[in-house]
Antibody, heavy 120, light 110 residues
Framework: QVQLQESGPGLVKPSQTLSLTCTVS??????????WNWIRQPAGKGLECIGR???????NYNPSLKSRVTISVDTSKNQFSLRLSSVTAADTAVYYC????????????WGQGTVVTVSS | QSALTQPRSVSGSPGQSVAISCTGT?????????VSWYQHHPGKAPKLIIY???KRPSGVPDRFSGSKSGNTASLTISGLQAEDEADFYC??????????FGGGTKLTVL
């Protein structure tokens, strides 16, 4: 059973960079053909895709966040990461990581989510 | 692109059926048969319960079913059980490697 777990600071100051890691267990991140995704949910709002990284390292980003987002994969640690620069209060949200098979159009496994607050 | 529209809340008694709608546009829900639904108990990982509009992953009870008509997809839960109480989110492919989610629906089992 694949499991995903987000980790990282719960508090980030405005204008700084938010950094989160998703650790994958129960399978190798580099085996199979999967996209590894970051999704967020601001309080009281719906879910929003941030972007994704393929096993090979190629990426797709939400156009509205593209200038500030970097998603990367570290196969040696079975992890993938999110960096979001120049954060503001609008980036306060629950951040989830999730998996998608490259022939599918749905997210089959998710992490529990981690709360990130942007505040000074 | 706007999020998909879901009712904020629905409720039903044990044993009853409820339906949750998810309305989009011809560019997302209406344009692709790639609607998925997720059940989310707070504090836990969201769980995939329906994909490709009507398909159920292994292990998901057949009490959960999905359908679509035009730009609106629906999740129906029959034979409501107490453990079904959760938040439900729809998601649709919207082309160009983008996915849109609904705002979520809170299901209360009375």
């Amino acid at each position: 059973q694949v499991q995903l777990q987000e980790s990282g600071p719960g508090l980030v100051k405005p204008s700084q960079t938010l950094s989160l890691t998703c650790t994958v267990s129960g399978g190798s991140i580099s085996s199979g053909n999967y996209y590894w995704n970051w999704i967020r949910q601001p309080a009281g709002k719906g879910l929003e895709c941030i972007g994704r990284v393929y096993t090979s390292g190629s990426t797709n980003y939400n156009p509205s966040l593209k200038s500030r987002v970097t998603i990367s994969v570290d196969t040696s640690k079975n992890q993938f990461s999110l960096r979001l620069s120049s954060v503001t209060a609008a980036d306060t949200a629950v951040y989830y990581c999730a998996r998608m098979w490259d022939r599918a159009y749905y997210f089959d496994y998710w992490g529990q989510g981690t709360v990130v607050t942007v505040s000074s | 692109q706007s999020a998909l529209t879901q009712p904020r809340s629905v409720s039903g008694s044990p044993g009853q059926s409820v339906a949750i709608s998810c309305t989009g546009t011809s560019s997302d829900v209406g344009g692709y048969n790639y609607v998925s639904w997720y059940q989310h108990h707070p504090g836990k990982a969201p769980k995939l319960i329906i994909y490709d509009v009507t398909k159920r992953p292994s292990g998901v009870p057949d009490r959960f079913s999905g359908s679509k008509s035009g730009n609106t997809a629906s999740l129906t839960i029959s034979g409501l059980q107490a453990e079904d109480e959760a938040d439900f989110y729809c998601c649709s492919y919207a082309g160009a490697y983008t996915w849109l989610f609904g705002g979520g629906t809170k299901l209360t089992v009375l």
